[in-house]
């Protein structure tokens, strides 16, 4: 007994359907405020550009600051700069941070990678006493455009379906 092979339409549906969750779960967590993440108070004990952790270590000339507060885990890796398709941080001053200063970091818990044990590149907020240093730019942009493009699929997908040009 052989199992009959999925259809392309039930393929197309389903994957982009995934697509589609795991999209709207991002906007979900991209629009918590700053009091539903979690937070760290202390003294920032390390504030490079590179880590001596394998795979962390980055050339001078990229945008990237690793923050350490009190010895503790997990190190806030933040990107400070513009990326390729035009992302940044809203608002940016941790380089006037020194070790020694007393920040509360606001971040999210990273449910897909175990890594974010030790570097974690989801810190959302950083402030010292009442004053923001940085705010970490929003990417709902790309994945409005990532949700219309399911979305297209997905009924093109069904009315050619319904036309008889897949099965």
Same mark, same amino acid.
């Given at each position: 007994?052989?199992?009959?092979?999925?259809?392309?339409?039930?393929?197309?549906? @389903?994957?982009?359907?995934?697509?589609?969750?795991?999209?709207?779960?991002?906007?979900? &967590?991209?629009?918590?405020?700053?009091?539903?993440?979690?937070?760290?108070? @202390?003294?920032?004990? =390390?504030?490079?550009?590179?880590?001596?952790?394998?795979?962390?270590?980055?050339?001078?000339?990229?945008?990237? &600051?690793?923050?350490?507060?009190?010895?503790?885990?997990?190190?806030?890796?933040?990107?400070?700069?513009?990326?390729?398709? @035009?992302?940044?941080?809203?608002?940016? &001053? $941790?380089?006037?941070? &020194? #070790? @020694?200063?007393?920040?509360?970091?606001?971040?999210?818990?990273?449910?897909?990678?175990?890594?974010?044990? $030790?570097?974690?590149?989801? #810190?959302?907020?950083?402030?010292?006493?009442?004053? =923001?240093?940085?705010?970490?730019?929003?990417?709902?942009?790309? $994945?409005?455009?990532?949700?219309?493009?399911?979305?297209?699929?997905? =009924?093109?997908?069904?009315?050619?379906?319904? #036309?008889?040009?897949?099965?």
């Amino acid at each position: 007994m052989s199992s009959k092979p999925a259809s392309v339409f039930t393929k197309l549906i @389903g994957g982009f359907s995934i697509c589609l969750l795991l999209c709207l779960f991002t906007l979900y &967590r991209n629009q918590k405020t700053k009091n539903q993440f979690q937070h760290l108070t @202390g003294t920032i004990t =390390a504030l490079t550009k590179s880590l001596k952790i394998e795979g962390y270590s980055s050339p001078d000339k990229e945008p990237i &600051r690793y923050l350490q507060i009190q010895d503790s885990l997990p190190i806030f890796r933040l990107f400070i700069g513009e990326d390729i398709d @035009g992302s940044k941080p809203s608002f940016e &001053r $941790v380089d006037e941070l &020194r #070790a @020694g200063d007393v920040v509360t970091v606001y971040y999210d818990k990273n449910y897909l990678n175990s890594n974010s044990d $030790v570097v974690s590149n989801l #810190a959302y907020f950083v402030d010292k006493g009442q004053q =923001a240093y940085f705010i970490r730019g929003n990417k709902d942009n790309e $994945v409005y455009y990532l949700i219309s493009i399911c979305l297209i699929v997905i =009924a093109v997908s069904y009315f050619l379906k319904k #036309a008889g040009k897949i099965s």
